[in-house]
């Protein structure tokens, strides 16, 4: 008799490896032929810093313990944040809604689960791969230079790219077509680049409206891969902000398990 208590072993959890890799390789391929989310995904993150460089440059960053090196370093990362991965998984998980492959995919083996990662993998993978050569461009151009607490900046990048995806699914919960969905994300998008510190730090905000911003769900994300970078967070801050990256992960993982649709929205 087998023990229903000790958890998947490694041989139920390498045929679910398999599963989402061959997911992923699947949606990779389609995102390939999506020219239009594929440039999104691409040249945001890599065009947008740098037009906003002369609002930067009228900011006191120094007074904040700032430099315009990691502001804009910060900036490109939470773009990849919002549009190769937030943005271009709802359109995703939309499209495949609506063409009843998620459907189809839920009469294989394939649980709730895997089907929901296996697709947000490339995105999440893409956004990854772009922090990394962001980080580089920017160490060599900016003169950024490596990080001062690496300890902060890799929590941040994961809590950046599972918070944005899993409110992908969700934000698709409420999205009826696949052309829409760039209407649908645009709350978050907007509220994210004003209030998250994306475009604009918190550290230069007014204290009382920095602290209402620091709730928003990018917010913590945005706050620790900058402080990777300067080292400059206390304990206390530090222990916030990732308290409320692992709240906003565990509400909108709730949320997508209560109402994400399976079904077109006819």
């Known amino acids: 008799m087998s023990g229903g208590t000790g958890g998947p072993g490694p041989g139920a959890l390498a045929p679910a490896a398999r599963r989402l890799r061959a997911l992923a390789r699947a949606e990779l391929a389609l995102l390939g032929r999506n020219r239009g989310a594929v440039f999104t995904a691409l040249a945001m993150p890599l065009t947008l810093p740098f037009a906003m460089r002369p609002a930067l440059d009228d900011l006191d960053l120094e007074k904040e313990g700032l430099d315009i090196?990691?502001?804009?370093?910060?900036?490109?990362?939470?773009?990849?944040?919002?549009?190769?991965?937030?943005?271009?998984?709802?359109?995703?998980?939309?499209?495949?809604?609506?063409?009843?492959?998620?459907?189809?995919?839920?009469?294989?083996?394939?649980?709730?689960?895997?089907?929901?990662?296996?697709?947000?993998?490339?995105?999440?993978?893409?956004?990854?791969?772009?922090?990394?050569?962001?980080?580089?461009?920017?160490?060599?151009?900016?003169?950024?230079?490596?990080?001062?607490?690496?300890?902060?900046?890799?929590?941040?990048?994961?809590?950046?790219?599972?918070?944005?995806?899993?409110?992908?699914?969700?934000?698709?919960?409420?999205?009826?077509?696949?052309?829409?969905?760039?209407?649908?994300?645009?709350p978050l998008v907007f509220a994210s680049m004003v209030g998250s510190g994306i475009t604009v730090p918190t550290e230069v905000m007014p204290d009382r409206l920095a602290s209402v911003c620091e709730l928003l769900p990018l917010s913590p994300a945005i706050r620790l891969v900058r402080a990777g970078w300067s080292g400059q967070l206390g304990t206390h801050e530090t222990l916030g902000a990732l308290a409320t990256a692992l709240a906003w992960t565990i509400v909108a993982v709730f949320a997508v398990r209560r109402w994400f649709r399976w079904e077109p929205r006819r």
Request: contains cysteine; glycine residues 8%.
């Open 69 to 186: 090196g990691t502001v804009l370093l910060t900036t490109a990362i939470g773009f990849s944040f919002l549009f190769a991965v937030y943005t271009s998984l709802v359109s995703a998980y939309v499209a495949r809604r609506e063409e009843l492959v998620l459907k189809r995919l839920r009469t294989g083996e394939l649980s709730d689960t895997e089907i929901l990662t296996g697709t947000a993998l490339p995105a999440i993978a893409l956004g990854l791969a772009q922090a990394v050569v962001l980080s580089a461009g920017c160490a060599a151009l900016l003169h950024t230079g490596a990080p001062k607490a690496p300890y902060l900046l890799l929590p941040g990048l994961l809590a950046g790219l599972v918070v944005s995806a899993a409110l992908a699914a969700l934000t698709a919960s409420f999205t009826r077509t696949a052309e829409s969905a760039q209407v649908t994300a645009l």
